[in-house]
């Protein structure tokens, strides 16, 4: 009895190495430009710094128009077929990239990769959605999390060597292989499907559309408090390498090291960590509360180093990065739990617009997250940490509250129902 239950905790659902493979391949290929975006479009366009961060930015802005397109389409159409549609999107989007030279040409190709990649993320959580059940979409959350986090670094680690051995040339061939991984990952993901089960009677319908999501507002608030907490999920990339050398005074080799730490950490404990709240048996709620709290306590850690500001490197080099660890463990506690929450706190005939809103929480803290801790750091360099020690500790605050108001089964982890399946031929 003892060993079919160990086999029944650790079993896979079908078909799901070659979507964890998939995984792994498109992040891998984005990690080849995503830490050096804009020195690496600079290169394989001509185009200056300024003219390519301008495209970046406006483009930007403009793709978010394609989360309720995106998330319309996968009601219509399930999650996989929009999955390989944006991965074709993306893929020709780099495969022209060393072609687009004027102005123009840029960006039209940005922009219509600027709308697969913010759509992109909506839609994977969507197809988990639809693939998995129960303890399965967390397990999933997790291992999503940490190939993400392992794939960036290996393509990272990968596109350096390319363009030290190739040079200018370098670049434009980390942007066919970036388009080679979309095109090896839509392969992968085709001998995938999910099972899209029948509506319940009394259930939302896909033609309520989008006022079906703005009308239902215990999610509304799960998607507020996740706001919250993706201003925080912002401060390790924006923040973090802005304090440590303007308030700090400390050397930038420190935030090299604070992102490949938080780097293995993710990819080596996430899963693991994932599996033993899990076990715990916690509430999604609660152990989205708890790495909340965590990332408040890493906050605060920095408040009280930005006060006595040690003048011994080492001190604060040592000091950094145990807070950076204590970051890292709340983010491997929150992000599966929360993001299993949101795919099963959404009804499933309208589980893709749900989820388009919900991503719109990360975007949109994503574009204010510059610009709100630049002008916090210019008044005093710990303003920005205590802000986000406020914001995260509401967040904890009123996940909790939402339990009253979210669906049963979205906040209790059940058992792992059937999952996904391989198509035949």
């Known amino acids: ?233 912002s401060a390790l990339s924006v923040l973090f390498p802005l304090y440590i050398t303007t308030w700090l005074h400390g050397p930038q080799a420190i935030t090299g090291t604070a992102f490949t730490l938080n780097t293995v950490m993710c990819a080596a404990g996430g899963v693991v960590v994932a599996a033993r709240v899990r076990s715990r048996g916690a509430r999604r709620t609660r152990s989205s509360a708890l790495g909340s709290l965590l990332f408040a306590a890493a906050f605060a850690a920095q408040i009280v180093l930005g006060t006595f500001r040690p003048g011994s490197g080492v001190v604060l080099g040592g000091a950094l990065l145990l807070i950076v660890a204590l970051y890292t463990l709340g983010e491997l506690v929150h992000s599966p739990s929360a993001g299993a929450l949101s795919v099963a706190a959404a009804p499933e005939a309208l589980r893709g617009r749900y989820l388009a809103a919900y991503q719109l929480s990360w975007s949109l803290s994503a574009a204010l997250a510059p610009s709100l801790f630049t002008a916090l750091m210019a008044v005093d360099g710990r303003l920005p940490w205590a802000l986000l020690v406020g914001t995260s500790v509401v967040a904890a605050g009123v996940v909790v509250r939402l339990e009253r108001v979210l669906p049963g089964g979205a906040v209790r982890v059940a058992s792992a129902g059937r999952g996904v399946a391989v198509a035949a031929g």
């Open 1 to 233: 009895m003892r060993t079919f239950r160990s086999r029944t905790r650790t079993a896979r659902i079908a078909g799901e190495r070659r979507m964890l493979v998939a995984m792994a391949v498109d992040a891998t290929g984005s990690g080849m430009y995503v830490p050096f975006s804009l020195v690496f479009f600079h290169h394989v366009t001509g185009l200056s710094f300024a003219t390519v961060g301008l495209v970046l930015t406006v483009v930007g802005l403009a793709g978010l128009g394609a989360l309720p397109l995106a998330g319309s389409a996968v009601d219509r159409y399930g999650a996989r077929r929009v999955q390989l549609l944006l991965y074709g999107v993306r893929g020709a989007g780099f495969l022209l990239y060393p072609f687009a030279h004027s102005l123009p040409a840029f960006a039209a190709v940005a922009l219509a990769t600027a709308f697969g990649d913010r759509a992109f993320p909506a839609v994977q959580q969507s197809l988990l959605g639809e693939v998995a059940q129960g303890a399965d979409r967390d397990r999933l959350q997790a291992s999503s999390r940490a190939l993400r986090n392992g794939g960036l670094g290996a393509g990272s680690l990968l596109a350096s060597l390319v363009v030290g051995f190739g040079g200018d040339a370098g670049f434009t061939a980390a942007a066919w292989l970036n388009a080679a991984s979309f095109a090896l990952a839509a392969l992968l993901m085709r001998g995938v499907r999910g099972e899209r089960r029948a509506p319940v009677e009394g259930a939302a319908q896909p033609s309520a559309g989008y006022r079906q999501v703005f009308a239902d507002r215990p999610f509304l608030g799960l998607t507020a408090v996740n706001f919250l907490n993706a201003l925080g999920y």
